[in-house]
T-cell receptor, first 114, second 118 residues
Framework: GAGVSQSPSNKVTEKGKDVELRCDPI?????LYWYRQSLGQGLEFLIY????????KSGLPSDRFSAERTGGSVSTLTIQRTQQEDSAVYLC????????????FGPGTRLTVL | AQKITQTQPGMFVQEKEAVTLDCTYD???????LFWYKQPSSGEMIFLIY??????QNATEGRYSLNFQKARKSANLVISASQLGDSAMYFC???????????????FGQGTILTVHP
């Protein structure tokens, strides 16, 4: 498809397990963002990749969170030793040169930590 | 301090009427961008409108317009001729150091739930 895709759409895991969330950007979009949406915290920025620059990790809430973007395309957000407070919807957004000032969001991954 | 403040947790409007959703922001940057997104109950984030800090005219996109008052640091969204499908959560967001061609993270407000009554 032409839009941002994310997988899985839903993930239920047990406390303490590791999870990986995937984001497939719109082709050609060089900027990729991860956000988290939870009831208590609203929509918050996690991490941002732009081209070959070092990622902006300033929003990651703890060192249990990490992300990588391979080949400037697909990105994976990894949460280690999940906690119940990690339960949220994780949204990926991408932005391209031709469409700057519009971040296109994926449908999100709903993570539930039991 | 909150960078983006949306003071209306919920708003109601009659179908075909206009409604204004409030947003104020706080930044010391001269160059920034302001955005509105719509999030229906399905959860998708839909981009509505963008206003650059140097834009002299208020942005408009169809039934959406952004009432940009720079001195007051407000960027209210006006929806004209409301439709039932406008019922959703609306988020105001800001990108700082956005010189019109810059990438950067968005900072979101808490959102306003808009309900359109028939």
């Amino acid at each position: 498809g032409a839009g941002v895709s994310q997988s899985p759409s839903n993930k239920v895991t047990e406390k303490g397990k590791d999870v990986e969330l995937r984001c497939d950007p719109i082709s050609g979009h060089t900027a990729l963002y991860w956000y988290r949406q939870s009831l208590g915290q609203g929509l918050e920025f996690l991490i941002y990749f732009q081209g070959n620059s070092a990622p902006d990790k300033s929003g990651l809430p703890s060192d249990r969170f990490s992300a990588e973007r391979t080949g400037g395309s697909v990105s994976t957000l990894t949460i280690q030793r999940t906690q119940q407070e990690d339960s949220a919807v994780y949204l990926c957004a991408t932005e391209g040169w031709a469409t700057q000032n519009e971040q296109f969001f994926g449908p999100g991954t709903r993570l539930t930590v039991l | 301090a909150q960078k983006i403040t949306q003071t209306q947790p919920g708003m109601f409007v009659q179908e075909k009427e206009a409604v204004t959703l409030d947003c104020t922001y706080d930044t010391s940057d001269q160059s920034y961008g302001l955005f509105w997104y719509k999030q229906p109950s399905s959860g998708e984030m839909i981009f509505l409108i963008y206003q650059g800090s140097y834009d002299e005219q208020n942005a408009t996109e169809g039934r959406y317009s952004l009432n940009f008052q720079k001195a007051r640091k407000s960027a209210n969204l006006v929806i004209s001729a409301s439709q039932l499908g406008d019922s959703a959560m609306y988020f105001c967001a800001m990108k700082e150091n956005a010189g019109g061609t810059s990438y950067g993270k968005l900072t979101f407000g808490q959102g306003t739930i808009l309900t359109v009554h028939p």
